[in-house]
């Protein structure tokens, strides 16, 4: 399936931004819908203190509003990628309109600031000492902190879109790597197997 670049661009930063966030690694160990995922032991709570210098670094950082515009900026590409694939033909709007709306839903299920808000709490209030927190609260605080913070959504563009390139140049050869991995799946299946093999 072909995405536009404005979804693959969208998915990028939004996965960028995961990173940032420290959820990444906990997507990538998703298990699949269909096996039982393991207990997982409640976390230790933090100390007061920990927890409102975390919040208050999260603050700072603002990272609220990034996760809510990036959810939008998803949620927007694919249904311009859905527009794309299935053209736009008049009568596709209302069902365009309540597939965004259900888009937009899931992702607020799934990863708004109100459903990860006490993950990013606990893995930066156990990341970084109470003193780390505030002196990188008052970092992002203080004029040079709001400088990065304004800038460097720009800076990220760039490296996504560095990123784009760099995988759209690479595509050929990842093609190469799949289909030389299917002719052996292929051959493998088709020996035939020895007895108590």
Not at 65 to 88: D, F, P, T
């Amino acid at each position: 399936m072909h995405y536009p670049s404005s979804f693959l661009s969208a998915m990028t930063k939004f996965l960028l931004l995961l990173c940032a966030a420290g959820l990444a690694g906990a997507a990538a160990h998703a298990q699949p819908a269909t096996t039982t995922p393991p207990a997982a032991t409640a976390p230790a709570p933090l100390p007061e203190a920990q927890r409102q210098a975390a919040l208050d670094f999260l603050a700072a950082i603002q990272i609220k509003q990034q996760m809510e515009r990036q959810i939008e900026k998803i949620v927007e590409a694919q249904a311009a990628a859905q527009v794309q694939l299935a053209g736009n033909p008049p009568e596709a709007k209302a069902a365009q309109v309540a597939a965004m709306e259900q888009m937009r839903s899931f992702y607020q299920k799934a990863m708004s600031w109100e459903v990860v808000r006490e993950d990013l709490v606990q893995a930066y209030g156990t990341t970084f000492t109470t003193t780390e927190l505030k002196d990188l609260t008052a970092f992002y605080r203080s004029d040079l902190g709001q400088v990065y913070l304004r800038k460097q959504p720009e800076a990220g563009k760039l490296v996504a879109a560095a990123t784009q390139r760099r995988t759209l140049a690479l595509m050929p050869e990842m093609q190469r790597i799949m289909q030389a991995q299917q002719k052996w799946n292929d051959i493998q299946k088709a020996t035939p197997k020895m007895p108590g093999q």
